[in-house]
């Protein structure tokens, strides 16, 4: 399979149920019907409640999960747009898949932390620490080693599959009934969590875990289907990008807004660490500081 057969089976319409009937003006690809999907959904604006990086701040104008997760998906689509004119211009990519990249990332954006419980890691920690107190105590159990170490190792992305293919019911077995690629694209560590888990490791699929034992199957067919061979979906890298662009930024706005930093302290960084741009961006502080 060459490459432009490969962009070609993770960007095509595949999902566990075929989609309903649309209207023949409906324009969208398979990717925009996605977001459609999930923009107006519950699960989707329960991010508004989960702060990013301060929790139970008064301020209104700190970035909650939701601010986030839309600055990722704009990010990563347009880091989308530009892989694909280069898949264009070197012919790798057919014509009539144009945009389905960039909305598949536009997708993966919105979905990439809504299973991370309230207070992010530190709620993830507080779960984890729960269930390994309470196996302890609870010597005699049903639960399988694998189903106890989906507790004891629980993880927000894991989290983020089941909601999308299972817990969000709204009469479709499927929850949102995603293209195969839309649900991939979150999948960071490609292995159960008695696989993953493994530190330190240098295969990055070991590095945690990316399904629960119940979404095996499910995890299974997509894998099977994309040929993937229990690898990162292409698309994960280019998702972690925007991530990292993302957080790295309001890390910074946010930390000035709340005094945690001031401009002082962000001039020695950038003055110590930065290889590319330097004189231009610390010439740009120069003037922040002198206006402000």
């Not at 993880?155 to 999308?164: A, K, S």
């Not at 008695?194 to 295969?203: F, I, R, V």
């Not at 095996?216 to 979906?233: A, P, S």
Request: hydrophobic content about 35%; charged content about 30%.
């Amino acid at each position: 399979m060459n490459y432009k057969e490969k962009w070609k089976l993770i960007l095509e319409e595949k999902r566990f149920r075929e989609k309903s009937a649309t209207i023949e003006s409906d324009g969208r690809n398979t990717f925009e019907n996605d977001y459609g999907r999930l923009i107006s959904s519950a699960p989707i604006r329960r991010l508004q409640d989960k702060t990013q990086v301060f929790p139970l701040e008064e301020s209104d104008y700190i970035r909650t999960r939701l601010t986030h997760s839309l600055e990722v998906s704009y990010l990563a689509s347009s880091i989308g747009q530009s892989i694909e004119n280069l898949l264009l211009n070197k012919k790798e990519l057919d014509l009539s898949l144009k945009g389905n990249l960039s909305s598949l990332l536009r997708v993966a954006g919105l979905v990439h932390d809504l299973g991370n419980p309230p207070f992010g890691h530190f709620g993830e920690e507080a779960i984890k620490k729960f269930f390994k107190q309470y196996f302890e105590k609870n010597k005699k159990t049903s639960l399988s080693d694998l189903e106890k170490s989906d507790f004891e190792n629980f993880d927000g992305n894991v989290q983020t599959l089941r909601i999308l293919s299972k817990l969000y019911y709204f009469g479709d077995e499927f929850g949102y009934n995603l293209n195969y690629s839309s649900l991939a694209s979150i999948i960071k560590y490609p292995s159960n969590s008695l696989e993953g888990n493994k530190k330190p490791t240098t295969e990055i699929a070991k590095k945690k875990f990316g399904y629960f034992v119940t979404e095996t199957e499910t995890y299974k067919k997509i894998n099977d289907y994309l040929k993937l061979g229990n690898r990162r979906h292409p698309v994960v890298y280019l998702l972690e990008a925007a991530d990292d662009i993302a957080y790295s930024a309001a890390d910074i706005e946010d930390g000035i807004k709340l005094g945690k930093v001031n401009l002082d302290d962000i001039e020695r960084i950038f003055a110590k660490n930065l290889d590319k741009n330097k004189e231009a961006v610390l010439n740009k502080i120069k003037d922040l500081k002198e206006k402000f």
